[in-house]
């Protein structure tokens, strides 16, 4: 499976974006997905994850309220809503994709994650 991020892009304060995660290969349907971040000097943090179906979905406290994921399955691809931003939201932006059976709890650390996108740059101005 391969990944590409895109939908990145400046934006000032208080403004939105919405990213895009296209997928390769026929076994999207079967991946949980999640979207992380990595700001300048700091490490890379989770986001958000949804489940195969889309059905279940999770978030980081910082991004509760006003982040929304969701995933199209017959496009696969996955997307996330990003309004009310701050300056805070300035990072690379990471979708990555992990093979689960459709009970598994979702996935919030990166090291249960097998598929990466390549990243999309989000700038927030104040």
């Known amino acids: 499976v391969q990944l590409q991020a895109s939908g990145g892009g400046l934006v000032q304060a208080g403004g939105s974006l919405r990213l895009s995660c296209t997928a390769s290969g026929r076994t999207y349907s079967r991946l949980t997905m999640g979207w992380f971040r990595q700001a300048p000097g700091k490490e890379r943090e989770f986001i958000s994850a949804?489940?195969?179906?889309?059905?279940?979905?999770t978030y980081t406290d910082s991004v509760k309220g006003r982040f929304t994921i969701s995933r199209d399955n017959a496009k696969n691809t996955m997307y996330l809503q990003m309004n009310s931003l701050k300056p805070e939201d300035t990072a690379v932006y990471y979708c990555?994709?992990?093979?689960?059976?459709?009970?598994?709890?979702?996935?919030?650390?990166?090291?249960?994650?097998?598929?990466w996108g390549q990243g999309t740059l989000v700038t927030v101005s104040s």
């Open positions: 990555a994709g992990a093979s689960v059976i459709s009970s598994a709890p979702l996935r919030t650390q990166e090291d249960e994650y097998e598929y």
């Open positions: 949804i489940s195969r179906g889309g059905g279940r979905t």
